[in-house]
């Protein structure tokens, strides 16, 4: 094993899915227990995908994206790597108390998080600041990314003050409209914004195509950042007129989204096709999960639990699944093999292990969702 750093680092890879391992034990738990709606192990799980598997290898990703596609120099760049280590455990803590119960512990791990994000983010920034525009970085790139962050720390600002607030019993007012707002910021803002933006470049590689039409991706993106205003606006000061329009546009981006994405993959001419596979899927589950957080909006309560799977799940882990099957084994082979290495994915993989997973977590999704439609938990 090297002891320089890695391009990106394994452990955060490794941590991740291991989250992602334990988030479909806890749901199994859930499942059974009929705790599928809003309750504090709810709230557990929850933190466990967002957190612990998605936004942690997120960040642990842009430590490299930030090379590969501004061409500047980390500024901090170790500071923030080990500002992942308490952001990890900070997850970890936050799960923990959420499946106890235990509101005063909730508080100092989400105090620790919070702490790890100020580690990541104040280096993020400063690296961000030193950016200047070449024929192959463009400021708006380098804005997008900005944009995702601020999302980010809002995101992180507002959980925060919420967990103080169930702690000592104070903000009622922050505690009965900000989870939806805490929600949006961090699953469409934050989450959703980064995959639909550094997809324009990781899908080309993952399936050999080149750029398709320009503005279906921005006409998304676009779609998506206005109904975030809308569906925060509104939640926030309890406009329902103002979040269903700001749902209408978000459902409008993510269908640009799938016909991008379905056009790349169609074009595409690389012969490894799980990662691609979990991409497309990912695609209609964005669309999806679109769907349901607007049946949910026009007062069918079984959708609500489903918007939130379909978005964490489907939409986000499955594009998640599809770069790990890719960018993650490039990376766990330059951790055994040497920098040099160049061997590609399909050839280190076993394809009936790789076709096995993606079949497996389709049933796993489609199944999940629609017990929480129907309010089958043992489904």
């Not at 942690?56 to 061409?71: E, M, P, S, T, Y």
């Not at 280590?85 to 989400?110: C, H, R, Y």
């Not at 398709?212 to 569906?231: C, D, E, K, R």
């Not at 699944?321 to 920098?339: C, K, Q, S, Y």
């Amino acid at each position: 094993m090297k002891s320089s750093p890695v391009w990106i680092p394994p452990w955060a890879l490794v941590g991740g899915q291991l989250a992602h391992g334990l988030s479909w034990l806890l749901l199994a738990w859930l499942g059974w227990e009929r705790l599928l709606g809003p309750s504090l192990p709810g709230l557990a799980w929850v933190h466990l995908v967002a957190l612990g598997w998605l936004t942690l290898i997120a960040l642990a990703v842009l430590v490299h994206v930030f090379k590969g596609v501004l061409d500047v120099t980390w500024r901090g760049e170790a500071i923030a790597r080990w500002a992942l280590l308490p952001f990890a455990l900070g997850t970890a803590g936050m799960v923990a108390s959420f499946w106890a119960g235990a509101l005063q512990p909730l508080a100092w791990a989400a105090s620790l998080v919070g702490a790890g994000l100020v580690g990541y983010l104040v280096p993020a920034a400063a690296t961000l600041a030193s950016f200047r525009a070449s024929e192959d970085a463009s400021p708006a790139v380098a804005r997008a990314f900005a944009l995702v962050l601020v999302m980010l720390a809002l995101a992180a600002k507002l959980g925060l003050g919420m967990a103080w607030g169930l702690a000592s019993g104070s903000f009622p007012t922050l505690l009965a409209v900000g989870p939806a707002v805490h929600a949006h910021l961090g699953g469409v803002g934050w989450l959703t914004l980064l995959v639909m933006g550094v997809s324009v470049r990781t899908v080309r590689r993952i399936s050999g195509s080149g750029p398709t039409q320009p503005w279906l991706h921005i006409g998304a993106s676009t779609a998506v950042l206005a109904g975030l205003a809308g569906l925060t606006l509104g939640l926030g000061l309890g406009l329902p007129l103002v979040s269903g329009v700001g749902g209408a546009a978000c459902a409008l981006g993510a269908c640009l989204n799938l016909v991008d994405l379905a056009l790349r993959l169609k074009a595409g001419s690389e012969p490894h096709l799980p990662p691609q596979a979990f991409i497309g899927a990912s695609a209609v589950y964005f669309v999806g999960a679109a769907v349901a957080g607007l049946m949910a909006w026009a007062g069918h309560p079984g959708w609500q639990a489903a918007y939130v799977f379909l978005g964490l799940m489907g939409w986000l882990g499955q594009m998640v699944n599809g770069h790990m099957l890719h960018i993650g084994i490039r990376v766990l082979a330059t951790v055994a093999r040497g920098d040099d290495d160049e061997t590609e994915p399909i050839d280190i993989l076993a394809p009936w292990l790789s076709w096995g997973s993606w079949a497996a977590a389709q049933l796993a999704v489609v199944g999940v969702t629609a017990g929480l439609v129907w309010n089958q938990g043992a489904w």
